[in-house]
């Protein structure tokens, strides 16, 4: 069965950093590609950052370029998002999820996601 648990969000003030974690298991994690998405209120849920399965090439929208970084741990079968100089327009629920990589198509279900709030 697999499972995604995110972790690691939490209210920061514009211009502080978070660092999420999602947990996964259940599959093969270091052969799949990861990926994170966020959905603001009233918004459709976007793709914020991808990372392929060895960890090698990354992809991220253009919001976040140069903000945040996603990095993975196939030894902990755990994926990361560390972001800085956040601002309010990041506020939302985070999730990670499997990536197709060829049709940036996630796989399977959603996690519980983890909320963050970038409010002063």
């Known amino acids: 069965q697999v499972q995604l648990v995110e972790s690691g969000g939490g209210l920061v003030q514009p211009g502080g950093s978070l660092r999420l974690s999602c947990a996964a298991s259940?599959?093969?994690?270091?052969?799949?590609?990861m990926s994170w998405y966020r959905q603001a209120p009233g918004k459709e849920r976007e793709l914020v950052a991808a990372?392929?399965?060895?960890?090698?090439?990354?992809k991220y929208a253009d919001s976040v370029k140069g903000r945040f970084t996603i990095s993975r741990d196939n030894a902990r079968n755990t994926v990361y998002l560390q972001m800085n100089s956040l601002k309010p327009e990041d506020t939302a629920v985070y999730y990670c999820?499997?990536?197709?990589?060829?049709?940036?198509?996630?796989?399977?279900?959603w996690g519980q996601g983890t909320q963050v709030i970038v409010s002063s």
């Open positions: 999820n499997r990536l197709n990589w060829a049709t940036m198509r996630i796989f399977g279900s």
């Open positions: 259940g599959f093969t994690f270091g052969t799949y590609s």
């Open positions: 990372i392929s399965s060895g960890g090698v090439v990354t």
